[in-house]
């Protein structure tokens, strides 16, 4: 139901932009969430946006980095990502806040996508 693309393979320092499209939901109904695992690793909060867009929060390993966006017409999520880390290398996911309260608890979140992954080289 949520599709990402986007990933790749890029130096540290390096930007990638990340997509997520909803393929049979409206994801304008929801807060929409960026996480991302890496191997041996729990699922991490990136970042998430508010329905219109106006409210976006991140994890702490990504201010000032990142930047989440949507565009509700396009039923399309992006996650904007600059000054990238080897640590930044995981799979990232989008989903959808089953709460609408901007969750950072995966638990709280559905409709994941498969991921799309993000190598970054130092």
């Not at 729990?42 to 966006?69: M, N």
């Amino acid at each position: 139901q949520l599709v990402e693309s986007g990933g790749g393979l890029v130096q540290a320092g390096g930007s990638l932009r990340l997509v997520c499209v909803g393929s049979g939901l409206t994801v304008s109904t929801y807060v929409m969430g960026w996480f991302r695992q890496a191997p041996g690793k729990e699922r991490e909060f990136v970042a998430a946006v508010s329905w219109s867009g106006a409210s976006t929060f991140y994890g702490d390993s990504v201010k000032g980095r990142f930047t989440i966006s949507r565009d509700n017409a396009k039923n399309t999520v992006y996650l904007q990502m600059n000054s990238l880390k080897p640590e930044d290398t995981a799979v990232y996911y989008c989903a959808a806040d089953l709460t609408g309260r901007s969750s950072k608890n995966a638990i709280e979140y559905g409709y994941w996508g498969q991921g799309t992954q993000v190598t970054v080289s130092s």
